[in-house]
């Protein structure tokens, strides 16, 4: 787990050794265990890695890392879980190691299978691969996207890549600049933009999760996609106590095999029915004395995140996991900061992109971690994208169930019990007035978010016309997903689940922490989008399988739990209290009310009138945020 970076040159000027390392420079906090820079003989390509220390912590797995005499150099950022088993079957193709880290068994496995070794492996990367015998520049991302690689492509001059959009401000002659086009539609879609392969920001580009590209010396470029979870879906049983068995089954190998390290482990707990899965099996494994292969002596902690007084606190969720289990847990409080409105701006300017929620939170727990000597976190990401586990996947479900009566009413009521008191009676009134539902959604295709969202329209605060200014490709879930199904293949792949990883990647590295997500095991995804919708939503409960797989092992409390709180700031309480002078000051300074992406005078009647009123909802907070956001990160 480390930060990358290289320059690729096209044209006669050579890359520097110190080029290199301003961009690594710039995000040692990925690696603060060490660093190097390697520059090839012809001096056309350079290669830079900073180091987070997580397996074999000797120097001897040090990168850039080369390897069959030479004719293979690596920058590797990411985890190899089965590196194990893989060494064991490279060994008996013939294959010798000098290392115990999984970077070599990462450019074995490219040496023995070529590009099909991606296959082999089950983990999360980013990386770049020279090949000198090819004469080619191989970069790759996994399965979903959980480490990213950032790209900048000069034709005819050179091709720049890094792991945060932040090093790109490091090259020499180039001007990183904002996208207004690309800016006003994250605004406005802030799940909208990682699954694109772009960015905020003029010419720098993303490889897009499941892809890979191959750079060659006279400046050639071209993308594959090496995955698509579509293809690889899998044979279920057909009685659902099998169903929930092989669930079991793959969940705990995945927790498992992600507690392969060197260097000590927690689990982030938020009370919340994903991330006390993890930490509860992990206890299992505890008492049950299993051996695990590369277990760290320091691997049990909790880190709690919590926000006394606020509507986001789960602090007595967490307890009841903790007393459950007789857990052991640090609570972190995030709603404690007499440096809040400095911390926050912080954050914006290092996360260096646009969120619907502050994120100096997820800094806040991973600092926490790494104070405590902690440097890999095993998490609960993956779930809400695969098993309708956010309100607005249970809607979009209801609106294409109507013709099902018994279904849909089951799936209103799960609905209905997701989200707080106040939001269930908007949605019975809209329900009351569009008494002609059934047709409304005929003529609408079914899809009934926008019509029930308690979103107001944010088209009067934009002039731009999205759609005018950039290309946006069609991502529609492959023909076997329908209705409900295909949006969630959508936001998993596209959307909501991209985005979130970055946002984790961003604020666990900026601690030097590792996050590890058993979720994401690919052999568990393929298996849950292989399941009929009825064993992910049914019985009264999102996550249907899930819950019925960890029967005895969570308390009924937080097994049950049906509202769903999320792991987002108090963002209500924030603008009526702590934050409520600095935003009256924003939307009136004239920067603001100058731009050219969003209509300042408009936005700046809405904001002073809920402010002065303390009427903000959660849901118009959540609308605000990414604007301002969005200003505060690129305001000069």
């Not at 990367?125 to 900048?152: M, Q, T, V």
């Not at 890999?376 to 956010?390: A, N, P, Q, R, T």
């Not at 399941?531 to 097994?559: C, H, W, Y």
Request: charged content about 25%; hydrophobic content about 40%; overall charge positive.
């Amino acid at each position: 787990m480390c930060g990358i970076a290289g320059i690729f040159r096209f044209d006669s000027q050579k890359v520097e050794a110190y080029e290199v390392k301003k961009l690594t420079d710039s995000i040692a906090h990925r690696g603060p265990d060490g660093e190097g820079v390697w520059i090839n003989k012809n001096g056309n390509l350079g290669l830079g890695h900073r180091r987070l220390s997580i397996l074999d912590l000797s120097e001897n797995a040090a990168q850039p890392m080369h390897y069959a005499d030479g004719k293979l150099t690596i920058v590797y950022n990411g985890e190899i879980f089965n590196f194990a088993e893989l060494r064991e079957e490279l060994k008996i193709k013939g294959y010798h190691f000098h290392t115990d880290s999984d970077t070599e068994v990462l450019l074995a496995a490219y040496h023995a299978w070529g590009k099909d070794c991606l296959y082999k492996f089950n983990g999360f990367w980013a990386f770049a691969l020279w090949d000198h015998s090819k004469k080619e520049l191989w970069l790759a991302r996994d399965r979903f996207g959980i480490k990213p690689l950032y790209y900048l492509f000069q034709k005819g001059k050179q091709f720049v890549f890094g792991s945060e959009t932040s090093l790109f401000k490091h090259i020499e002659g180039f001007k990183k600049e904002a996208d207004d086009a690309m800016v006003c539609y994250n605004i406005q879609n802030g799940w909208g933009i990682e699954g694109l392969g772009k960015t905020i920001f003029k010419e720098i580009e993303q490889i897009r999760p499941g892809h890979y590209l191959i750079v060659k010396p006279n400046g050639e470029m071209n993308e594959v996609q090496w995955w698509k979870t579509s293809d690889h879906l899998v044979s279920v049983p057909l009685s659902y106590n099998e169903q929930i068995e092989k669930f079991k089954n793959l969940f705990e190998d995945a927790v498992r095999i992600r507690l392969r390290s060197d260097v000590s482990i927690a689990s982030a707990l938020s009370g919340g029915l994903d991330s006390s899965s993890i930490f509860t099996s992990i206890n299992h494994f505890a008492k049950a004395k299993e051996k695990i292969y590369r277990l760290p002596k320091e691997w049990q902690k909790a880190f709690v995140a919590i926000f006394p007084g606020t509507e986001q606190d789960e602090r007595e969720y967490a307890d009841a996991v903790l007393k459950h289990i007789n857990g052991e847990a640090l609570y972190v409080n995030c709603n404690d900061d007499k440096n809040l409105l400095s911390n926050l701006i912080a954050s914006i300017k290092y996360h260096d992109s646009i969120s619907a929620t502050p994120l100096f939170i997820l800094d806040s727990l991973y600092a926490a971690m790494k104070h405590h000597q902690i440097t890999v976190s095993i998490d609960g990401h993956g779930v809400d994208e695969m098993m309708y586990g956010y309100p607005f996947n249970v809607l979009n479900a209801y609106g294409h169930q109507l013709q099902h009566k018994t279904y849909a009413k089951e799936i209103k009521e799960i609905y209905l019990n997701m989200i707080p008191e106040d939001e269930q009676q908007i949605f019975k009134h809209q329900i009351k007035f569009h008494n002609r539902l059934g047709s409304y959604i005929k003529r609408k295709k079914g899809n009934v978010i926008n019509k029930f969202s308690p979103h107001d329209s944010k088209q009067q605060w934009f002039d731009i016309n999205i759609k005018k200014c950039i290309h946006l490709p069609n991502h529609a879930a492959p023909q076997y997903f329908k209705g409900s199904e295909a949006q969630l293949y959508h936001d998993f792949h596209f959307t909501t689940l991209p985005t979130i990883l970055r946002n984790f990647d961003r604020g666990s590295m900026r601690n030097g922490v590792e996050i590890r997500m058993p979720f994401l095991d690919y052999r568990l995804v393929s298996y849950i989008f292989s399941l009929s919708m009825q064993s992910k939503l049914g019985n009264g409960f999102t996550k249907r399988i899930l819950r019925d797989a960890m029967k005895e092992v969570l308390p009924e409390v937080v097994r049950t739990r049906k509202l769903k709180t999320g792991f987002n700031a108090p963002l209500k309480s924030w603008f009526q209290k702590e934050l409520k002078e600095f935003i009256l000051d924003e939307v009136s300074s004239a920067e603001f009310l100058a731009s050219n992406i969003w209509n300042g005078k408009v936005i700046k009647d809405d904001v002073i009138s809920k402010t002065k009123s303390q009427t903000w909802t959660t849901q118009e907070t959540m609308k605000f945020w990414p604007l301002l956001n969005a200003y505060i990160l690129l305001k000069k």
